[in-house]
């Protein structure tokens, strides 16, 4: 018998948990449902009612993979959901381990796709003032491409706290009094969005914090995409800014001043999340409240990169290990030991580079006392790289050096062997200069001391070709893609 399951387009997570509790409990295979999405009604029958005193468990990685996936915009979620639900329960624990699993894959990337779109939001969301019977009423209009205004709107709770504000977005609106966080059906987009004052603040801010040296027409677009640009006001200046970069370089003479007035609205109309060093803690932050893979559970902490936040050199190792875990701090442990003297000799203070993984969580066995490294799948590198794309993003490094396999896989999208690519300069797809070299622990696992000189001296030689390479010409570098 074939049943009909019908979902709003924007279900949530709690919806899908009761129409899996009433399938389940009657033992109802994802081949007998037909998922209709919408409105249009289904020509099958409704499901039963669930079997009194059935209580659905989940494992906890699937409950938390879940709540990402439900705000994704494709329709087929649903299924899928309900396939590696039914698979979970039916023979195959590990499902979610099974990184190969093409729905296991596909929601994956589902979740990540989520993670990034909530990541905009928080940085694109511009409030314009509006005069209410009450006071000051700050008005956003926003377009997320995912049902994320649920989960992004607590961040601007936090950061917004005492202004009275509204968030519409097409799929609903989001409203906060100073108590209490409401949400509400869509408004229509409003015809006009403008603050004298706040647009100014927001373009003046612009203006201040706009390096000419460091624009990459690619990566602004990368990180503040075009659809964004028409709701936020410093988006205007933007062309005339690029166009001016390249004789500001030359001169550095007509950095703009910024009226102290607009600076101290600056300082009390907005926190300066924008500022690079800023937006980098921010997202450090929100990586620590990170649970978007079954990683987060037997792990200390999040370990996230770390560094200078203009450092225009970045290293990306694997995972965190046994030390780094504990620690809270990227390759502080033998293999950072290795990294270190290495970097030395290779003439790099390591003061002035960016250190981070590819995976921001302690990937291990326990076996006794101790906790042995295992390496992370691909759906957990895929999960975690929308962190290392956001590092990246905001730090916009010359060169990003991968260490190892695992990283090069993260920055690349696809296995690179490491023997056949390091030693030479290649692009990554998002248009950065790379390189790639073995991970310091590789070193450490080599058996006789004769042949860990050797691979040393390689891994130094590396690094010293990647301290070259930043003090070249970019144009003067021969680059093949990645
Ligand atoms: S490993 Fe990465 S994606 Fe997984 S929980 Fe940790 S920070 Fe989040």
């Known amino acids: 018998m074939m049943y009909g399951v019908h979902f709003t387009d924007d279900a949530d997570g709690e919806a899908f948990r009761s129409m899996a509790r009433c399938a389940l409990s009657h033992a109802i295979s994802p081949q007998e449902l037909t998922f209709v999405v919408g409105r249009s009604p289904s020509l099958f029958a409704p499901l039963p009612a669930p079997e009194p005193g059935y209580a659905m468990t989940a494992p906890r990685a699937y409950l938390e993979l879940l709540q990402d996936v439900i705000c994704h915009r494709a329709e087929d979620r649903f299924p899928l959901l309900y396939d590696v639900l039914w698979r979970l329960k039916h023979g195959e624990p590990e499902l979610l381990s099974r990184a190969s699993d093409p729905a296991v894959s596909k929601l994956s990337s589902y979740a990540g796709a989520v993670h990034r779109d909530i990541h905009k939001m928080h940085a694109f969301v511009r409030f314009h003032r ?31 706290a005492s202004m009275n504000w509204i968030i519409a977005t097409p799929d609903g609106t989001a409203s906060w009094d100073g108590r209490e966080l409401a949400f509400g059906p869509a408004l229509p987009k409003p015809e006009k969005l403008e603050d004298e004052v706040l647009g ?46 390249q004789r500001r370089i030359e001169t550095m003479d007509d950095m703009p001043d ?15 999340e924008m500022a690079p060093a800023d937006a980098l803690a921010a997202l450090r932050a929100e990586a620590a409240r990170c649970r978007a893979c079954p990683l987060h559970r037997p792990a200390t902490q999040t370990v996230f990169g770390e560094g200078p936040v203009d450092a225009r050199l970045v290293f990306v190792g694997e995972q965190p290990g046994d030390s780094e875990d504990i620690a809270g701090r990227p390759f502080v442990g033998p293999a950072g030991q290795v990294f270190d003297r290495a970097l030395s000799d290779a003439g790099i203070d390591r003061a002035g580079v960016y250190v981070t993984n590819a995976v921001k969580h302690f990937k291990f066995e ?37 260490l190892g396999a695992t990283a090069a896989h993260a920055l690349s999208g696809r296995n690179m062997a490491v023997t056949k690519t390091r030693g ?7 248009g950065r200069r790379g390189l790639v070299t073995v991970h310091p622990s590789f070193l450490l696992r080599l058996p006789d001391k004769g042949a860990q000189e050797t691979e040393y001296a390689k891994f130094v030689h590396d690094l ?3 301290a070259f390479l930043i003090g070249s010409k970019r144009e003067s570098v021969h680059a093949k893609a990645a």
């Open 366 to 402: 326990p076996r006794g006392k101790r906790r042995i490294h295992s390496k992370p799948d691909i759906s957990e590198v895929r999960i975690c790289g929308s962190w290392l794309t956001q590092e990246l993003d905001l730090l916009n490094p010359d060169l990003v050096v991968a």
């Open 464 to 466: 010293k070709l990647a």
């Open 424 to 430: 030479a300069e290649l692009k990554w797809p998002d």
């Open 130 to 160: 509006r005069q209410s019977g009450s006071g000051d009423l700050y008005f956003a209009w926003f377009e997320p491409q995912h049902f994320v205004l649920r989960r992004a709107a607590p961040f601007f709770v936090d950061r917004f």
């Open 258 to 272: 910024v009226p102290p007035r607009f600076a101290e609205k600056i300082a009390l109309q907005r926190k300066p």
């Open 200 to 245: 100014e603040v927001w373009q003046t801010y612009y203006r201040t914090i706009f390096n000419p040296a460091r624009v990459n027409p690619q990566m602004m677009t990368r990180e503040m995409p075009k659809k964004y640009w028409r709701n936020l006001p410093e988006a205007a200046l933007i062309p005339g800014l690029v166009a001016k970069a």
